[in-house]
């Protein structure tokens, strides 16, 4: 492994059996292009659209683990329903992970690709879980002085997606916003941006726990859903700050349409006139991730002025455009220890992603448990 010409790399595969594999397997590196590099993976961040791939709607209470320590093998059954929806991904062995971190140990000829020649770098472009990774030039970014790739190894799906949040809300002409799931690592960064650039933000939590996290760091709005108070609280932090959107990482259940209704309610209670089409202030819920499957349920009593969508990072970039995305992008490289570190509470090697004891903790993406995958580790 450590000339750097094969490495262990970690899979996904579904069998169209019905059966889901997860495995290491020792790939050749590629050599690099003249605008490419070659870089030793030391840190790789277990995301929840990593975990969309990685495992998915698998029923992981029939995993089974086989195979040896080096090279272990998981197998679990995915739901008959679920295979429908994974039709173009059957019988095919997938590499996994969607953005990482480490030290360039070969380059390319171009000059571009020289001057990262031993540097530490963060990069995004799939395949991360792996010991060596072959990536253009194009799609690293040199990390800062004393910055390890532990620091930059989730230098860009969360912090983007927060970013891409506020930009959003500016975009369409909101003034502040809510966010559910909030004291995630992304809520996290979310509430230092908002707090940073003046912002107001309405965070909605699950438990006393989560709101301590997020009034540890200067949030002045967090709002718990379990409350017997929750849709009251709702309203009167929707009044205070007049956010009309929101973005949802639940998705499924009730909580879009509570957001909605209180929303409606609070518009109301500044409304000049009565009209019985709602208010004319229009809300707006993106759901952007999937943490309850169920259906998202709708109870219309929130006039006929709003809209549910859902909002993903890529076609988010993709209308910015290059020199808009290299402006967020700089500003993550300036504010990586600070607005967007990461908080990790454990680091495992590629074998130690595939013990069965682990699967449990990370696949269950709770708040305050996030992976970090050191693929170098041994």
């Known amino acids: 492994m450590s000339d750097g010409k094969s490495g262990l790399q970690l899979r996904s595969l579904l069998k169209k059996s019905g059966e889901l594999e997860l495995s290491l397997l020792d790939v050749p590196t590629p050599e690099p292009a003249d605008d490419e590099v070659v870089v030793r993976v030391e840190a790789t961040p277990i995301n929840p659209s990593d975990l969309g791939l990685l495992i998915g709607p698998a029923d992981m209470s029939t995993a089974k683990e086989s195979g040896t320590n080096d090279a272990p093998v998981v197998t679990a059954k995915m739901p008959e329903a679920a295979m429908r929806m994974m039709a173009a991904r059957l019988d095919q062995s997938l590499p996994v992970g969607n953005e990482g971190a480490g030290v360039v140990i070969r380059t390319g000829s171009s000059d571009a690709a020289k001057a990262l020649m031993g540097k530490a770098v963060s990069m995004i472009g799939g395949a991360m879980y792996t010991q060596f990774r072959t990536i253009k030039v194009r799609d690293v ?104 959107i929101a973005f949802d990482a639940i998705g499924g259940g009730k909580l879009a349409s509570q957001i909605l209704t209180c929303m409606e309610i609070a518009a109301n209670k500044t409304a000049k006139e009565y009209s019985r089409y709602g208010s004319n202030v229009y809300k707006q ?78 696949n269950k993406r709770s708040t305050g448990e996030k992976f970090l995958i050191n693929p170098s580790k041994v």
């Open 285 to 362: 819920v993106y759901i952007y991730g999937s943490l309850d499957n169920r259906p998202t349920e709708l109870s219309r009593a929130f006039g006929l002025t709003w809209g549910v969508g859902g909002w993903l990072l890529t076609p988010f970039l993709q209308k910015i455009g290059p020199a808009e995305i290299g402006r967020l992008r700089q500003r993550v490289a300036s504010e990586l220890k600070t607005t967007f570190a990461s908080h990790y509470t454990q680091t495992v090697s590629l074998q130690e992603t595939l013990q069965l004891s682990n699967i449990a903790v990370y």
């Open 141 to 244: 970014m040199e990390l800062p002085p004393g910055t390890t790739p532990a620091d930059g190894a989730s230098w860009f799906v969360n912090p983007l997606t927060a970013l891409g949040m506020t930009e959003t809300m500016r975009r369409e002409n909101h003034k502040a916003l809510v966010h559910t799931a909030a004291a995630s690592n992304l809520g996290q960064m979310l509430n230092k941006i908002c707090i940073k650039d003046g912002i107001g933000l309405v965070n909605i939590v699950r438990s006393k726990e989560q709101a301590d996290i997020l009034h540890k760091i200067g949030a002045k709005y967090v709002v718990d859903s379990t409350s017997d108070t929750f849709m009251d609280d709702l309203t009167n932090a929707l009044v205070e700050t007049g956010a009309t």
